[in-house]
């Protein structure tokens, strides 16, 4: 904006330093709750075990159930951030022999990516048969087409659209909102009783570690999950996962 009106930008080395003082502050109080407040926030990663949990509290007999557990499955299988999950139409989940071929827009790189799906070896976490037991559910609830993931009202029903004061709000063919879908996550994992931070995040976060602790090579993770290459946060989530696995420590 500086830039665009011809002024010279703002220096910042001085705000930065009170910025890196307040750090060092909360970091190296004596109080663990302050001290708390100078770590990143992150979410919890959602490995299988994790994943086992929630799922077991999902009722897939209604539609939402099946709709939560697709997404559970099919976020955690695509790495996806939720942002790319919401967007995702029953036209981009495609099935074939091997599994689902899903085309997901990744927002942060700007790109189409086709993404493999491979059925999973036990039916109650194959996120091919979770999509496909949703895509049936919603054909016969008379949907053949338009987003995925819909809000379903209470008594099970595909949600009529939302309006305030008369006029429509929100997406007129019912699709979740990412916010919604990284509700979803938190509500589930809470149902769970599992402790910690759980947010949309956290599918794309276990898919990392449980990929990398299973022995993927870390580029075929990063392309997988749609991070660019030499990504820091994708190296955090390996870092984590490593550090017992591959302990430099180990042997000395």
Not at 23 to 41: K, Y
Not at 198 to 211: D, I, V
């Amino acid at each position: 904006m500086h830039a665009a009106a011809d002024v010279s930008p703002p220096q910042t080395k001085g705000a930065r330093k009170v910025l890196a003082g307040y750090r060092e502050m909360l970091a190296t109080s004596t109080d663990p709750a302050t001290r708390a407040r100078s770590r990143p926030r992150r979410a919890e990663p959602a490995i299988p075990q994790a994943l086992r949990a929630m799922l077991a509290t999902v009722d897939r007999t209604t539609l939402a159930g099946r709709r939560d557990a697709a997404a559970l499955l099919l976020g955690y299988a695509c790495a996806a951030r939720v942002s790319e999950l919401a967007a995702l139409d029953v036209a981009n989940v495609r099935e074939t022999p091997d599994g689902l071929l899903v085309g997901l827009y990744r927002r942060k790189l700007k790109r189409h990516d086709e993404v493999a799906v491979p059925y999973g070896a036990n039916p109650a976490t194959c996120p091919v048969r979770a999509v496909r037991a949703l895509t049936t559910a919603l054909a016969e609830a008379g949907r053949t087409g338009g987003p995925l993931f819909i809000r379903v009202d209470r008594h099970g029903h595909l949600a009529p659209p939302l309006m305030r004061r008369g006029r429509p709000i929100g997406d007129p063919a019912g699709r979740l909102s990412a916010e919604a879908l990284a509700d979803v996550v938190t509500r589930i994992a809470a149902a769970a009783d599992l402790e910690g931070c759980w947010r949309g995040h956290s599918l794309r976060r276990g898919f990392a570690t449980a990929a990398r602790r299973a022995g993927a090579d870390l580029e075929r993770i990063g392309r997988h999950g749609g991070w660019a290459d030499g990504s820091t946060a994708l190296l955090g989530y390996i870092e984590e996962a490593d550090r017992w696995s591959d302990n430099p420590v180990t042997g000395l």
